[in-house]
């Protein structure tokens, strides 16, 4: 066994020695200490159950079912994934609603696809980081992405559905506290906006805004990777702070001005419980933060959390609960608009701002996914280039100590 290891070295990452290798090492390294593994891998105040980054796919896929310090990571953005299909397909089972595939529902889909590609890189990224080192920067890249195109998913569903809302125009009929909303085919009023300096912003800058925000995202946390890796922590939590206040510019409009609807409208009764879902989304938002960047619990016991408990898990918890309040929240608007069908515009009527078209909603997602992707990869070839030689050396001096400790 110590020959083998001590003649594979050089040759590691490719014959069968080193698969022979890993298979063995595999049962020792799933609770490998911090001391075992490249920098680059450790976490602050994690100890053990490290997973060294020479995994076959089969061997990353299996240690979601053994307790490493990627476990937990995994779980806590995998199930989510189910828990939230289950609250999203009860939308079209709302009364009122269109067929599922009808352009009314384009933005709620993008949504959708923003969420899904969120949690699932999110979760495989942990589970396939320690395939190698250029992997798992690959992981992390993918992992930034997705979270800058689920913040664009939600400024869609938002634009559409909250404030302004496509296809609805005001009339400014007022009645005392009571306010008249009815379907206007031939352009808007001038008071279709409460706040009409908001106009602009909204019909024009809204949404390639949060396109470029998330772009500038996704630059910003693919380089923390490769440099001011000290703040890192601080620097991706205040670069996401930036797509969240864009992307909740209608949700802020909404709340400062009055409600579209009136007060005695079923659409109105629907849509009171917005702020609320609002608050708590931006408060699981600020919890999680706080995670992300103290560190606790294992800043207090480092060790103690490290498989169960520690703040990444927790930082996934709180963010999907941020998901699903921002969930109810685009839901109570959806029902809102479809209790008051009169608002929904026919397709072809004329309106200054046209209802969702595939265009506007996945041609947008396409278009930001596709930079996404072109950032990621050259990011990852700047990785394969810094890292792709270190594996080789990690390798050698790994198959050194596995042949000391034995
Ligand atoms: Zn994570």
């Known amino acids: 066994m110590c020959v083998e290891a001590?003649?594979?070295?050089?040759?590691?990452?490719?014959?069968?020695?080193?698969?022979?290798?890993?298979?063995?090492?595999?049962?020792?390294?799933?609770?490998?200490?911090?001391?075992?593994?490249?920098?680059?891998?450790?976490?602050?105040?994690?100890?053990?159950?490290?997973?060294?980054?020479?995994?076959?796919?089969?061997?990353?896929?299996?240690?979601?079912?053994?307790?490493?310090?990627?476990?937990?990571?995994?779980?806590?953005?995998?199930?989510?994934?189910?828990?939230?299909?289950?609250?999203?397909?009860?939308?079209?089972?709302?009364?009122?609603?269109?067929?599922?595939?009808?352009?009314?529902?384009?933005?709620?889909?993008?949504?959708?696809?923003?969420?899904?590609?969120?949690?699932?890189?999110?979760?495989?990224?942990?589970?396939?980081?320690?395939?190698?080192?250029?992997?798992?920067?690959?992981?992390?890249?993918?992992?930034?992405?997705?979270?800058?195109?689920?913040?664009?998913?939600?400024?869609?569903?938002?634009?559409?559905?909250?404030?302004p809302r496509a296809g609805i125009v005001e009339t400014a009929e007022h009645n005392g506290s009571h306010m008249d909303l009815k379907y206007e085919p031939a352009g808007a009023p001038a008071s279709f906006y409460a706040m009409p300096e908001f106009t602009m912003f909204f019909e024009t800058f809204y949404i390639p805004s949060a396109c470029v925000v998330a772009i500038i995202?996704?630059?910003?946390?693919?380089?923390?990777?490769?440099?001011?890796?000290?703040?890192?922590?601080?620097?991706?939590?205040?670069?996401?702070?930036l797509p969240f206040i864009i992307s909740s510019t209608p949700v802020f409009y909404r709340l400062l001005s009055r409600s579209p609807y009136a007060t005695t409208s079923s659409s109105f009764a629907a849509s009171t419980t917005m702020p609320t879902f609002f608050f708590r989304h931006c408060l699981w938002l600020l919890v999680s933060a706080v995670f992300n960047i103290s560190?606790?619990?294992?800043?207090?016991?480092?060790?103690?959390?490290?498989?169960?408990?520690?703040?990444?898990?927790?930082?996934?918890?709180?963010?999907?609960?941020?998901?699903?309040?921002?969930?109810?929240?685009?839901?109570?608007?959806?029902?809102?608009?479809?209790?008051?069908?009169?608002?929904?515009l026919p397709p072809a009527a004329p309106s200054p701002l046209p209802g969702p078209t595939i265009a506007s909603t996945y041609g947008v997602m396409l278009l930001l996914q596709t930079t996404i992707v072109s950032i990621i990869v050259w990011f990852s070839r700047q990785a394969n280039s810094i890292y792709g030689p270190q594996i080789v050396q990690l390798a050698k001096e790994h198959a050194k100590t596995h042949l000391k400790c034995h």
Not at 8 to 27: E, G, V
Request: glycine fraction near 4%; charged fraction near 15%; hydrophobic fraction near 40%.
């Open 295 to 344: 560190k606790l619990p294992e800043r207090l016991a480092p060790g103690r959390f490290d498989i169960w408990g520690h703040s990444h898990q927790w930082f996934h918890c709180c963010t999907f609960l941020s998901i699903l309040d921002e969930l109810y929240m685009i839901k109570a608007e959806v029902m809102a608009i479809l209790l008051s069908p009169t608002l929904l």
């Open 217 to 241: 995202c996704v630059l910003s946390c693919c380089n923390t990777r490769q440099k001011w890796r000290q703040h890192r922590y601080i620097i991706r939590t205040l670069v996401f702070l």
């Open 6 to 163: 001590v003649c594979c070295s050089c040759r590691c990452l490719s014959n069968k020695h080193q698969q022979d290798r890993r298979r063995q090492t595999d049962t020792d390294l799933h609770d490998g200490k911090h001391t075992d593994v490249p920098p680059r891998v450790k976490e602050n105040f994690i100890l053990t159950g490290y997973r060294f980054p020479n995994y076959s796919l089969s061997d990353c896929l299996l240690s979601a079912f053994r307790p490493t310090n990627e476990t937990g990571n995994f779980w806590t953005h995998f199930l989510p994934v189910f828990i939230f299909l289950y609250y999203f397909v009860e939308v079209f089972g709302l009364e009122g609603a269109p067929h599922s595939d009808s352009p009314f529902f384009y933005p709620l889909w993008n949504y959708f696809i923003g969420v899904f590609c969120l949690l699932m890189a999110s979760s495989m990224a942990h589970l396939l980081n320690s395939m190698s080192l250029v992997v798992r920067e690959v992981c992390f890249f993918v992992d930034y992405g997705t979270i800058s195109a689920y913040t664009v998913g939600s400024s869609l569903a938002y634009y559409y559905y909250i404030h």
